[in-house]
């Protein structure tokens, strides 16, 4: 999947180029009068062994682009070989880019890589989530997935603010450390980077009272530029979800920008 986001005399975002392939399909955009919506969805019953997923997307300045999907994102059973999916984001100065996926689901015995690089310029908003279900909770799997293993990197005008690099391996019982809190959590990962949250201690004090018994939230502050991490663990999806959907509602609060409604 290859996008562009451009913003034209009116001030409208619009895609200045489009181009994909299955396992990938894209909704018609949606234009609000403040962000672009595109829903990004799988015409296939998920990934298998041998799928390599390449997806690069930018936006140019002063567009506004959302990227999310109506329905989780699963891998399925491999007896052998791995699926990938790496994408790449460059956000220009005065740009916004959010990604909201559904759960990515590690169905029994599959094996996927994520690779992500996200490049901002300086006066550039981002709203990024990623997301781990443990597995098919309907079915009581529970880290039954051979192998994840995820490789983030986030660069804020040219200088690494996050590099983050891990594998969940079952084999080796590195399932085991993230079971301290919850037997079967679910793990979501948002980075959030503006300039208007410098000074924002309020937002972080509101998200971090959203913990409860069910949930563990924290928060932390990047090396390079203005950027955040907020962490998530939880025993329970949709306590999860919403948790998500109030801290995205806290983001557009604070950098003024109107939210979107997903529409899935």
């Known amino acids: 999947m290859r996008l562009t986001c451009s913003r034209d005399a009116e001030g409208r975002s ?141 660069y804020y005008d040219g200088q690494p603010a996050a590099i983050e690099r891990y594998e969940i391996d079952r084999s080796k019982g590195a399932h085991r450390p993230w079971q301290a809190a919850f037997e079967s959590p679910f793990y979501a990962s948002l980075f959030c980077v503006s300039e208007k949250l410098q000074d924002n201690e309020d937002l972080w004090i509101r998200i971090h ?3 409860t018994d069910d949930l563990r939230i924290g928060s932390s502050a990047l090396a390079k530029g203005p950027c955040w991490n907020i962490k998530l663990l939880s025993n329970d999806p949709i306590a999860a979800r919403k948790t998500i959907a109030e801290i995205r509602e806290l983001f557009y609060q604070s950098v003024g920008r109107g939210s979107t409604k997903l529409r899935r």
Do not use: C
């Not at 200045?16 to 403040?34: A, C």
């Not at 689901?105 to 901002?120: P, V």
């Open 14 to 154: 619009y895609l200045s180029r489009k181009e994909f392939r299955s396992p990938i399909h894209l909704s018609k955009p949606y234009w609000d009068g403040r962000n672009l919506l595109l829903n990004v969805m799988s015409p296939t019953a998920g990934l298998f062994a041998g799928d390599l997923i390449d997806v690069e997307v930018k936006v140019e300045p002063k567009a506004s682009l959302i990227l999310s999907s109506p329905s989780s994102l699963r891998a399925h059973k491999m007896d052998t070989g791995f699926a990938a999916w790496n994408q790449s984001f460059h956000v220009s100065q005065g740009a916004f880019l959010e990604t909201n996926p559904e759960w990515l689901i590690m169905q029994g015995e599959s094996d996927f890589r994520q690779n992500t690089e996200i490049n901002l310029d300086p006066g550039a908003e981002l709203f990024f989530i990623e997301t781990l279900a443990p597995g098919r909770a309907a079915y009581g799997e529970n880290f039954e997935f051979r192998r994840f293993k995820n490789r983030f990197h986030l």
């Open 209 to 211: 009272k959203s913990q």
